[in-house]
């Protein structure tokens, strides 16, 4: 089929048909204008510097494509980051690195395989993930442990054992942070390889060439100040200077995803368009869509972009993932029950999964502008004691404490009645074994909720991940709507690539994807054609 | 906000940010090579023909639009098909039209309102649909049973109540078919209103002014061949000459969705990417992704393409929705189980929702290329034997006859005990009025599977319509990602929009919503300044 379409392509270029189009004269691009958006760009008369490969974004991704560009021969290679400070949203993220067959997995005796991982990784989403990259996530990715060492990466001697993962299979930073991967991959890439780094430095358009549709550069705004307090996405921010750089052999999209970007998030959930101060995001502020719009106008496929994680764990009184969703995680969901005010009565299984506890608690809340924010309400039992966060959180006002339930009742204003009722009735199902009211699974640590102090938690779903973004093929290559090939010289890594987690990403599966591909990108647009 | 960002954006106009652009006789804009899809296109030297108004498609929205645009004074407006015919999918399709407020509704006695229908749309498109354009189509859509009527459609003269419709709303052409809408409308466009119908004309690329960014026109190919045997959404067809078409006032894209589009739909959800005639679909075969695709290039914002919809009542053994389908729905759904002739026992409940249903049948049908099909089984109960279609199934072979058990699951290789415990134990649910098993409802018509001969179907999903498309705002323009506000002179309507439908389009809300927004278009184009 494709050499046909090949051969009638070929039938239309010998044709020369190109009657009707403008002496390129006429031709104004629109450039600086009103849309200046709204087309891919023509190669600049003058190029204001040159590299071998440009990597935009300085998260997981781009920093291994910086690595292994300048391993696999390219002298000039560039990373550049919008923001102030490298590292994207790599830099906040957990630090949880999912991998098969590794070392500590020998250590500890555990049997796991690449095709487990893919089952674990197909569950999670929805078996609509593109499984030829996961696959070569799961089968490049076992030495990755090793290779972030080498680099300076400090892991802790045990593995975890995530949820939704069939065995133990991720490793933790020791500073429990993607900082712990971030900061050792950055001092190599500029300290051992002589790699450049530079922030402040936005992509606004990516450069075609005319003759053969390669991607050879990119435009940007040098100096660049992103708008800590834009509500939109920080689109038609105007500051720094702009200036074009040449790929001469290519540009790598490590841009991230859109978590902070109420327009873009927003088209694909109207919940989600509201202003991050009112719809929060665990994400840094600069996760926002302009990059990944940009490949879409030059053609990239727009894949799963409907398909955006809220984690459910957050506190509506803190920024970001803060201190609220570890002890959320950890303890008020487990131990505690979570209640509408207006209700007292639970509306969800507590543990159940992030999409559709995340759609329940929005239930809830209701109107943004008055949000009635569920609560989550622990006792003083053994392991709502422990949750590590908890100090903190009572610290910070995020979790509240209260010596009876009455108090909790008076002060979120929830009918007292029937908030005792749904405790007595939840008590039953905890020493029952059985929860028949939304099947939570109760498991032995779980005690009836009954000691006072009571601990509550207001609760609030936060943009986490965005599934979504543009295809790649398993060489990293952006593919094009036009052709379904490659476009020339144009790679992605990451999550601004929409398709290996599918509906939902499993946790700890960011990084080693992020990690592999951003490798593949680096080796392969390093031994491009220049 | 935005007035804050337009102020910037005109600072940075006053200072003719225009470095690094080479003149414009650099810019070879790859027209007519390899990547001639890549790029927006500008303004041609010369225009091959002219009107006020192009509309793209000929279905409900299309004529719709082609309407009002003459209706609002447009003098010349053409509306063009790809295909040989007219009626793009609407011709095809089930007829039916869901509205509020209606004479019929009063002439019944019910009691309907914007608010229950808008209730139910966000019910079945789990809260994400972009509320204001389902409550434009509720507003302004009162009046299409009588606005249709004027131009010669007939209805029956009493409402259907369809699944997910609170209330009976629902009117039905006298043909059972979209056809019974299409062809009135397409003869009061042409010959009542004299617009302009012209059949394989191929949209290529969306024209746009440099200086202004706003549409102006298209590029076409005239005398198009659509390959009715290609099974990359017909991409890279070249037959036909490339004309250009200035559009003084507007351009409207009606171009319906993409379910007949391996790679576009399979790049949402990969089990959709084989050929058609593996994955079929109910759709006609010109249902591709190329119009909306060059959309996404000019700068359209991408909205919910991930959201596919497959009915799970169609036929392996026949093309599109054919008469199976009408059995499935009526009786083997109903009356009969499904199993998986593997096991011999059900997997789903039959009456669940369409998106669970699909889903839990793609896991039994498993590898494409050596289907496991599931099957209904069905008796010879009333229920069953009033099926509309079974005649005709069974002259099709779409539906067998089996005097025994034994003889179906001999047929199908089907475990006997398997099959006959698991009859036993559905038959167990029938009696007692509670399917413990699947939760399937039961209702009273509804009688135990035991008197021969069985009627069996094997059963497919196929693709049946894609929520997803371009962001429009109320007044029908297409909205643009780089600036969040329209795109002057680009307006679209119907399946091509993505927004109404949320995560799952309700059954015969698709024509309120092509003819209103095709209305509004045609109506906001014709007055649009020239």
């Known amino acids: 089929m494709s050499n046909k379409n090949d051969s009638t392509r070929r039938d239309f270029l010998k044709k020369g048909a190109l009657a009707g189009i403008a002496a390129a004269g006429g031709m104004t691009l629109g450039m600086g204008t009103k849309k200046a958006g709204a087309r891919a760009l023509p190669t600049p008369e003058k190029w204001d510097a040159e590299y071998d490969v440009i990597i935009v ?28 400070v490298n590292g994207g949203n790599s830099i906040i993220n957990g630090g949880l690195l999912a991998v098969v067959n590794s070392k500590l997995q020998k250590k500890e005796g555990i049997e796991d395989s690449v095709d487990l991982y893919l089952k674990d990784l197909l569950a999670a989403g929805q078996n609509i993930n593109h499984i030829e990259l996961i696959k070569t996530v799961a089968t490049e990715g076992q030495d990755l442990a090793e290779w ?20 133990p299979r991720t490793y933790l930073t020791t500073v429990s942070s993607g ?49 800590y307090n834009a509500t939109n996405g920080d689109r038609g921010n105007t500051t720094g200077t702009e200036k074009y750089y040449r790929a001469k052999k290519g540009v790598i999209m490590a841009t991230g995803g859109f978590s902070q970007d109420p327009f873009f998030r927003g088209a694909q959930d109207p ?24 490949m879409f106008r030059v ?11 809220s984690g459910p764990w957050a506190s509506p009184n803190e920024k970001g993932f803060g201190v609220g969703s570890s002890y959320q995680i950890a303890a008020g969901f487990r131990f505690g029950i979570m209640v509408d005010p207006k209700t007292g009565k639970r509306f969800m299984n507590e543990l159940g999964d992030r999409r559709t506890r995340a759609m329940a608690m929005f239930n809830v809340i209701g109107d943004p502008d008055k949000p009635n924010y569920p609560i989550s309400i622990a006792d003083s ?45 939840y008590n039953r199902y905890v020493k029952k074994g059985e929860d028949t009211q939304f099947d939570k699974p109760i498991d032995q640590g779980m005690k009836p909720i009954e000691k006072a102090p009571f601990y509550v938690m207001e609760g609030v779903p936060k943009v986490h991940h965005t599934m979504g973004g543009v295809m790649i093929n398993t060489e990293g290559r952006v593919i094009e709507t036009a052709t379904q090939k490659p476009i020339e010289g144009l790679y992605a890594a990451g999550e601004t690539v929409g398709g290996p987690h599918g509906a939902s990403r499993l946790g700890s599966c960011a990084i080693p994807d992020c990690l592999v591909f951003g490798r593949i990108c680096g080796r392969n647009a390093a031994r491009d054609k220049a």
Chains 1, 2 share one sequence.
């Not at 053609?299 to 994680?309: K, S």
């Open 381 to 425: 039992q053994e392991g709502v004691l422990a949750a590590q966060t908890l100090e903190k959180c009572l610290e910070r006002d995020v979790v509240l404490k209260f010596d009876t339930m009455e108090a909790v009742a008076d002060h979120f204003n929830i009918p007292e009645a029937a908030l005792n009722d749904q405790i007595k009735e």
């Open 179 to 227: 900082s712990g991967i971030v900061r050792p991959l950055a001092k190599h890439y500029t300290d051992k390889l002589g790699g450049k780094l530079q922030t402040r430095t936005k992509l606004t358009g990516i450069v075609r060439e005319g003759n053969t549709g390669r991607v050879v550069g990119v435009r940007v705004r040098e100096g660049y100040n992103f708008n």
């Open 271 to 294: 919940k989600l368009s509201l202003p991050t101060d009112q719809i929060d995001s665990t994400n840094h502020p600069g996760a926002t869509a302009e990059a990944l719009e940009e």
């Open 299 to 309: 053609g990239a496929v727009p894949v799963h972009l409907a398909w955006i994680q």
């Open 148 to 167: 972030c060492s080498e680099k300076g990466v400090e892991w802790n001697p045990t593995l975890e054992h995530l949820g939704g993962h069939s065995v």
């Open 57 to 84: 974004g300085s998260g997981f991704a781009g920093l291994a494509a910086g690595i292994t560009a300048r391993e696999n021969g390219s002298e000039k290679v560039l990373i550049l980051d919008k923001m102030p």
